[in-house]
């Protein structure tokens, strides 16, 4: 059996509305073995390794589930167990996933096997080891030639992967955080490799690092960090804090050890983790050791007089105690019988101990700070404690050293609250984390003593989530409060926007819209992301990496995500829901990529959209396979968008008070219209919006609904959506490559990005309704990665609507021959009834482009599909027919930092100040100079 390919899915996917990992496996001789043939040794050697196996329901729902399909019948296949293991390696190095499923690709012994993941690597990882066990438990004769199992440890490899995954995965505080975000239905974003995640979406985002928050302030945290400082600030204030002394040199630290009064601790003045910490120092040769040891951490080193008490952390959230733990250092009991080594063992053995942060409570190590307890107290690994007696192995309590902590909130004493909230403010902290040591915390400081010994900027939840005794405290969810108090936003308005054609003009109407309304708005589209209108990254960006520059993007109110097919079956969409989901149309376009075969399949993907839209799925009623998908959607409304007003499914939806975008007959044209909640809104003549052409462009009149539809749905008022639709036309500057006409050589050029059959046909019907005095020309290509029947269909969508045709293709021939491309729709052109003479085959891009160029004369009209679009654009405007200028940017010069406009005297003007668009799209009058 070996993984043939691995996808990682963001986000929403078709195999899931989470994020999953879909392996590609293959058998290989193991598709001819299911479990039970494999019999009992391979299923006990399973359980064996992975008890909690046992628990998966599988299909049957119920614990047990998983080992009867090992074991009834024929048993299950190893695909299927691949994808069990996966999950419960996860969930041993704690993760908390379930899900898995897996079915046959259609080939045999190839298995796509899905499970579910929290962290990226831990998941990839998991699959990798659930692999080599499998390989471990079958029979060597069943194993691939190539795979070495002579060395495989599985507790070696069990416990690394472990290691591995806690380093990966976000820290105990930071993961409560989160899960306490999720219960608020807050979003969040991880940024980093460590604890640095983002809360919230766009302009609403707050930030945290481990349990630092983006509202904690930089003098709080140096304050905090400096132990000499604070504890001279928190003395000042009449709190109880130790006596120190800062030292550099081991003599001093004996000297000052002596001043303070032994006995005396010596820390490293800026660690934490209890790391270099030395207490209970009872002379100067002692004193003189454990500078060393504070040195390791730190050039500075604190002495600090030694109190008496037991450690307690009180932990204050925004002015408020939440929580209070005892805490005790890692240790042993003694029982006069067995040995220091195997008492760690005993205690080890509690199921709650685990590697690092894997769970509740860490194992006790034999390390070096062990051994030199073990030195002090005179003990070794071999000694037999007394029955009762206690051996410290550690000087400071900390969890992940394998100390124990007690949940004391509901018993501190009112004046012991009171102090810590007073110290948490003194130091300026929202979240903070106040070291007490006391006897008692039932008694006050005042009557009983103790002291604030540390002040934590960035502490710990872990003792106060998971205590090892004592109530479970929810201490994440006051930070959640604090940063997102109530009642107010987290997220962003996204709107989602895919099909097969219009979804960039579309995304860029409705950003257009928004941002006419005042909003700030992120935009992925195939050309680029832009925020607030300006191109941030260049490029196809209609992914969900795209989609998360958005989201993390600090100045962003509103989301308009252009979402294509690609991104979706490579990592899925980067966010787990939308505000309104739109799909324009499905027809045949990159099929035969991927494993999407159909028109049908094409739908299901892009059918996720609506599957995870909360408020509005805007679907196309004119095709068929967009409202079925009403069927699939858990939004609370459906906005049907038609062009036939005659529409039977939309009278319905209307007549049930549904919200509808009609494109309706009326004396002056045709009215863009919307009906909701049974008002009858009249919007605007479709003639008005300029990227129509007059009510020609059909496909663009439908773009211009889909855009009023959204923005609607989303709460934009009825003037500023008519405004943008008003100002949005198809010039370079607005659309690139999406019908952008140039009319400055005296004949007419369409530059267009049409790339399948669907988007081809629309074109060549808007140009059927132009009229033309001269002739018409066009330049067709297709992608070299579709299928040959779409490079035909799109050579036949056009042959009878023009005079002449120009074969091409794109620069990427994406794996064929040079001039396949343009060979073949020559021939589907030959084959529709064009004749010979009438067409020609010109490879190359630019050379098609010049060609069909130098044939237009006055009163032609050219088409032209382009791949390059900002090179074909920059070759019309800067083409000069008979080597002479022309108007536009032809006429312009620039000259240092200026640019100089010259009218060309061959070029007649009929108004009284000419207007010249330069390439910039800035407006300007004839001899004026724009400083740049």
Same mark, same amino acid.
């Given at each position: 059996?070996?993984?043939?390919?691995?996808?990682?899915?963001?986000?929403?996917?078709?195999?899931?509305?989470?994020?999953?990992?879909?392996?590609?496996?293959? #058998?290989?001789?193991?598709?001819?073995?299911?479990?039970?043939? #494999?019999?009992?040794?391979?299923?006990?050697?399973?359980?064996?390794? #992975?008890?909690?196996?046992?628990?998966?329901?599988?299909?049957?729902?119920?614990?047990?589930?998983?080992?009867?399909?090992?074991?009834?019948?024929?048993?299950?296949?190893?695909?299927?167990?691949?994808?069990?293991?996966?999950?419960?390696?996860?969930?041993?190095?704690?993760?908390?996933?379930?899900?898995?499923?897996?079915?046959?690709?259609?080939?045999?012994?190839?298995?796509?096997?899905?499970?579910?993941?929290?962290?990226?690597?831990?998941?990839?990882?998991?699959?990798?080891?659930?692999?080599?066990?499998?390989?471990?438990?079958?029979?060597?004769?069943?194993?691939?030639?190539?795979?070495?199992?002579?060395?495989?440890?599985?507790?070696?490899?069990?416990?690394?992967?472990?290691?591995?995954?806690?380093?990966?995965?976000?820290?105990?505080?930071?993961?409560?955080?989160?899960?306490?975000?999720?219960?608020?239905? /807050?979003?969040?974003?991880?940024?980093?490799?460590?604890?640095?995640?983002?809360?919230?979406?766009?302009?609403?985002?707050?930030?945290?690092?481990?349990?630092?928050?983006?509202?904690?302030?930089?003098?709080?945290?140096?304050?905090?960090?400096?132990?000499?400082?604070?504890?001279?600030?928190?003395?000042?204030?009449?709190?109880?804090?130790?006596?120190?002394?800062?030292?550099?040199?081991?003599?001093?630290?004996?000297?000052?050890?002596?001043?303070?009064?032994?006995?005396?601790?010596?820390?490293?003045?800026?660690?934490?983790?209890?790391?270099?910490?030395?207490?209970?120092?009872?002379?100067?040769?002692?004193?003189?050791?454990?500078?060393?040891?504070?040195?390791?951490?730190?050039?500075?080193?604190?002495?600090?007089?030694?109190?008496? !008490?037991?450690?307690?952390?009180?932990?204050?959230?925004?002015?408020?105690?939440?929580?209070?733990?005892?805490?005790?250092?890692?240790?042993?009991?003694?029982?006069?019988?067995?040995?220091?080594?195997?008492?760690?063992?005993?205690?080890?053995?509690?199921?709650?101990?685990?590697?690092?942060?894997?769970?509740?409570?860490?194992?006790?190590?034999?390390?070096?700070?062990?051994?030199?307890?073990?030195?002090?107290?005179?003990?070794?690994?071999?000694?037999?404690?007394?029955?009762?007696?206690?051996?410290?192995?550690?000087?400071?309590?900390?969890?992940?050293? %394998?100390?124990?902590?007690?949940?004391?909130?509901?018993?501190?004493?009112?004046?012991?609250?009171?102090?810590?909230?007073?110290?948490?403010?003194?130091?300026?902290?929202?979240?903070?984390?106040?070291?007490?040591?006391?006897?008692?915390?039932?008694?006050?400081?005042?009557?009983?003593?103790?002291?604030?010994?540390?002040?934590?900027?960035?502490?710990?939840?872990?003792?106060?989530?998971?205590?090892?005794?004592?109530?479970?405290?929810?201490?994440?969810?006051?930070?959640?409060?604090?940063?997102?108090?109530?009642?107010?936003?987290?997220?962003?308005?996204?709107?989602?926007?895919?099909?097969?054609?219009?979804?960039?003009?579309?995304?860029?109407?409705?950003?257009?819209?928004?941002?006419?309304? !005042?909003?700030?708005?992120?935009?992925?589209?195939?050309?680029?992301?832009?925020?607030?209108?300006?191109?941030?990254?260049?490029?196809?960006?209609?992914?969900?990496?795209?989609?998360?520059?958005?989201?993390?993007?600090?100045?962003?109110?509103?989301?308009?995500?252009?979402?294509?097919?690609?991104?979706?079956?490579?990592?899925?969409?980067?966010?787990?829901?939308?505000?309104?989901?739109?799909?324009?149309?499905?027809?045949?376009?990159?099929?035969?990529?991927?494993?999407?075969?159909?028109?049908?399949?094409?739908?299901?993907?892009?059918?996720?959209? /609506?599957?995870?839209?909360?408020?509005?799925?805007?679907?196309?009623?004119?095709?068929?396979?967009?409202?079925?998908?009403?069927?699939?959607?858990?939004?609370?409304?459906?906005?049907?968008?038609?062009?036939?007003?005659?529409?039977?499914?939309?009278?319905?939806?209307?007549?049930?008070? %549904?919200?509808?975008?009609?494109?309706?007959?009326?004396?002056?044209?045709?009215?863009?219209?919307?009906?909701?909640?049974?008002?009858?809104?009249?919007?605007?003549?479709?003639?008005?919006?300029?990227?129509?052409?007059? !009510?020609?462009?059909?496909?663009?009149?439908?773009?211009?609904?889909?855009?009023?539809?959204?923005?609607?749905?989303?709460? /934009?008022?009825?003037?500023?959506?008519?405004?943008?639709?008003?100002?949005?036309?198809?010039?370079?500057?607005?659309?690139?490559?999406?019908?952008?006409?140039?009319?400055?050589?005296?004949?007419?050029?369409?530059?267009?990005?049409?790339?399948?059959?669907?988007?081809?046909?629309?074109?060549?019907? #808007?140009?059927?309704?132009?009229?033309?005095?001269?002739?018409?020309?066009?330049?067709?290509?297709?992608?070299?990665?579709?299928?040959?029947?779409?490079?035909?269909?799109?050579?036949?969508?056009?042959?009878?609507?023009?005079?002449?045709? /120009?074969?091409?293709?794109?620069?990427?021939?994406?794996?064929?021959?040079?001039?396949?491309?343009?060979?073949?729709?020559?021939?589907?052109?030959?084959?529709? !009834?064009?004749?010979?003479?009438?067409?020609?085959?010109?490879?190359?891009?630019?050379?098609?482009?010049?060609?069909?160029?130098?044939?237009?004369?006055?009163?032609?009209?050219?088409?032209?599909?382009?791949?390059?679009?900002?090179?074909?654009?920059?070759?019309?405007?800067?083409?000069?027919?008979?080597?002479?200028?022309?108007?536009?940017?032809?006429?312009?010069?620039?000259?240092?930092?200026?640019?100089?406009?010259?009218?060309?005297?061959?070029?007649?003007?009929?108004?009284?100040?000419?207007?010249?668009?330069?390439?910039?799209?800035?407006?300007?009058?004839?001899?004026?100079?724009?400083?740049?």
């Amino acid at each position: 059996m070996k993984i043939l390919a691995r996808s990682i899915f963001l986000g929403p996917s078709l195999y899931a509305l989470f994020r999953v990992i879909r392996l590609t496996v293959d #058998l290989g001789k193991l598709e001819e073995w299911p479990s039970a043939k #494999l019999g009992v040794d391979f299923t006990r050697g399973l359980l064996d390794a #992975l008890p909690g196996l046992s628990e998966h329901g599988c299909s049957y729902g119920e614990p047990g589930g998983f080992v009867r399909r090992l074991t009834e019948g024929e048993g299950t296949w190893m695909g299927h167990i691949l994808e069990h293991v996966a999950i419960e390696l996860q969930n041993v190095a704690g993760a908390h996933v379930t899900f898995g499923k897996t079915r046959g690709t259609g080939e045999t012994g190839q298995y796509s096997v899905v499970y579910e993941y929290e962290q990226e690597h831990v998941g990839v990882d998991a699959g990798r080891l659930a692999l080599d066990l499998l390989m471990h438990l079958v029979p060597a004769e069943l194993r691939p030639a190539d795979h070495d199992d002579a060395d495989f440890d599985w507790e070696s490899k069990r416990d690394g992967f472990i290691r591995s995954s806690q380093r990966r995965a976000l820290g105990p505080s930071t993961q409560s955080l989160v899960d306490a975000a999720e219960a608020r239905d /807050i979003p969040w974003l991880r940024l980093n490799r460590y604890s640095l995640v983002q809360f919230g979406h766009g302009r609403y985002q707050r930030r945290i690092q481990a349990t630092i928050t983006s509202e904690t302030r930089h003098i709080g945290v140096e304050l905090a960090s400096d132990k000499e400082e604070a504890n001279q600030l928190l003395g000042d204030l009449g709190l109880p804090v130790a006596q120190q002394r800062l030292v550099y040199n081991e003599t001093d630290a004996a000297r000052a050890a002596e001043r303070i009064g032994f006995p005396v601790v010596i820390k490293p003045l800026n660690a934490n983790h209890g790391r270099g910490v030395t207490i209970r120092i009872e002379d100067k040769d002692a004193a003189r050791v454990a500078f060393g040891v504070a040195r390791e951490h730190s050039r500075t080193v604190l002495v600090e007089s030694f109190i008496e !008490g037991l450690d307690h952390r009180l932990l204050v959230i925004n002015g408020e105690l939440v929580a209070a733990s005892k805490r005790i250092p890692g240790h042993v009991l003694g029982d006069g019988i067995h040995t220091v080594a195997e008492l760690m063992e005993i205690v080890n053995s509690d199921p709650r101990r685990g590697v690092g942060h894997e769970k509740v409570l860490t194992r006790l190590e034999l390390d070096r700070a062990a051994k030199e307890h073990l030195e002090r107290a005179q003990k070794t690994p071999q000694s037999v404690l007394d029955e009762g007696e206690v051996l410290y192995l550690r000087s400071t309590a900390n969890l992940s050293t %394998g100390g124990t902590a007690v949940d004391v909130t509901d018993i501190i004493h009112p004046v012991n609250r009171d102090m810590a909230e007073r110290a948490a403010k003194a130091i300026d902290l929202d979240v903070c984390g106040v070291d007490f040591i006391t006897h008692d915390i039932t008694r006050s400081y005042r009557t009983d003593g103790g002291a604030i010994c540390e002040v934590n900027a960035a502490p710990g939840f872990r003792m106060h989530v998971a205590p090892s005794e004592g109530t479970p405290r929810d201490v994440a969810g006051p930070v959640m409060d604090m940063l997102f108090p109530p009642g107010t936003p987290s997220r962003i308005p996204i709107a989602a926007i895919t099909g097969t054609n219009g979804k960039t003009t579309t995304a860029r109407l409705t950003a257009h819209i928004f941002k006419g309304a !005042g909003n700030s708005v992120g935009m992925t589209t195939t050309d680029a992301v832009y925020i607030d209108g300006h191109k941030t990254v260049e490029g196809d960006m209609t992914g969900p990496v795209a989609a998360r520059m958005v989201l993390r993007d600090p100045s962003v109110d509103v989301a308009v995500m252009e979402t294509a097919r690609g991104g979706l079956l490579r990592r899925g969409m980067g966010y787990r829901r939308c505000d309104v989901g739109a799909v324009l149309n499905v027809a045949a376009d990159h099929l035969g990529l991927r494993g999407i075969e159909t028109v049908e399949d094409l739908a299901r993907v892009k059918r996720i959209i /609506i599957e995870i839209a909360k408020d509005t799925a805007v679907l196309n009623a004119d095709d068929e396979l967009c409202l079925k998908m009403a069927d699939y959607t858990e939004a609370k409304n459906v906005c049907y968008v038609t062009l036939n007003q005659e529409h039977s499914l939309v009278k319905q939806h209307i007549q049930a008070a %549904g919200r509808a975008i009609v494109l309706e007959q009326g004396m002056g044209g045709h009215m863009l219209t919307i009906y909701d909640n049974g008002a009858h809104i009249p919007l605007l003549w479709s003639h008005e919006i300029p990227c129509t052409l007059d !009510g020609k462009a059909l496909h663009n009149v439908q773009n211009a609904m889909f855009a009023a539809a959204i923005t609607f749905s989303m709460g /934009i008022k009825l003037d500023d959506i008519r405004i943008g639709l008003r100002t949005f036309d198809t010039t370079y500057f607005q659309a690139p490559g999406r019908m952008n006409i140039h009319d400055d050589h005296g004949f007419k050029v369409i530059l267009d990005y049409g790339h399948n059959p669907a988007a081809v046909t629309a074109m060549a019907a #808007l140009t059927d309704r132009f009229e033309v005095d001269g002739t018409r020309r066009i330049v067709i290509a297709a992608p070299g990665d579709r299928r040959d029947e779409d490079i035909i269909d799109i050579a036949s969508a056009v042959a009878g609507h023009f005079d002449h045709y /120009i074969c091409r293709r794109d620069d990427n021939t994406r794996g064929r021959d040079a001039d396949e491309v343009p060979r073949m729709q020559q021939r589907a052109l030959i084959a529709a !009834g064009v004749p010979a003479d009438n067409i020609e085959e010109i490879p190359d891009e630019q050379e098609a482009i010049e060609k069909a160029l130098s044939m237009c004369a006055s009163g032609d009209l050219l088409l032209i599909f382009g791949d390059a679009i900002e090179r074909s654009w920059r070759q019309i405007t800067e083409f000069k027919p008979d080597g002479r200028a022309t108007t536009g940017t032809q006429g312009s010069r620039r000259a240092g930092s200026s640019v100089e406009v010259e009218l060309v005297p061959q070029v007649h003007i009929d108004t009284e100040e000419a207007l010249i668009r330069d390439e910039r799209g800035v407006r300007f009058a004839r001899s004026t100079t724009i400083e740049d």
